[in-house]
């Protein structure tokens, strides 16, 4: 219909950190000041239900970005970075917020942006090492073992999402920012856009 639909308005949405769809739902993070001291502030998770029509504060006095909701809608990835500035990969409750899973990271790097595997048993996300760049990784969540996918380097990927053997992501590799995608089993590498 080339109309747009106002669906919530909200000064507090963090821009850098993108939404994530899933079925009829979507969860973002939103910046939220404590009421009480100004200086401290929370990173809360929230969703929309495009058939409801409904907002919901799913998390309260937390500090979790980059939210992933999971295929079948009942899980959300998020990355925590606490009040001791410590980095964590985190699987909550797409319902009430509960932690159901943590996984450490015991050389605290930077995470970022967690993508579900369509079956919900993988999730791809970046670290970045202070000397060595970043890495893309995917990690088995019943067994928590983790897989380099690509090992530390200076190349500045974005935004990966796994679908099937291949994740997908954004690099200025050759320039000028392109899709690429890598084959999980092989670590082979295709550009798949070419953008002038």
Known sequence: TKKEEVLYKSYFINEDCPFSISGNKMVWAESHADKR??????????????????????????RYYSPSLSGDMKQIAVVE????????????????????????NTENEFIQTPSWSDDNKNIVFLKTHIKNGKALLMIEIESG??????????????????????????????GIDNIYAIDTRTKNKYQIISEK
Do not use: R
């Not at 001291?37 to 937390?62: A, R």
């Open 37 to 62: 001291w100004g200086n401290q502030s929370f990173s809360v998770i929230m969703s929309y239900d495009f058939i409801t029509k409904k907002v919901k504060q799913i998390t309260k006095y937390t």
């Open 81 to 104: 970075y606490n009040s001791d500035n410590q980095f964590s990969l985190l699987i909550l409750n797409a319902d009430d917020g509960t932690i159901i899973k943590k996984f450490e």
């Open 145 to 174: 073992s983790i897989k380099n996918i690509t090992g530390y380097c200076a190349e500045n990927i974005l935004y990966p999402v796994i679908s099937g053997n291949f994740i997908y992501y954004d690099s200025p590799l050759s």
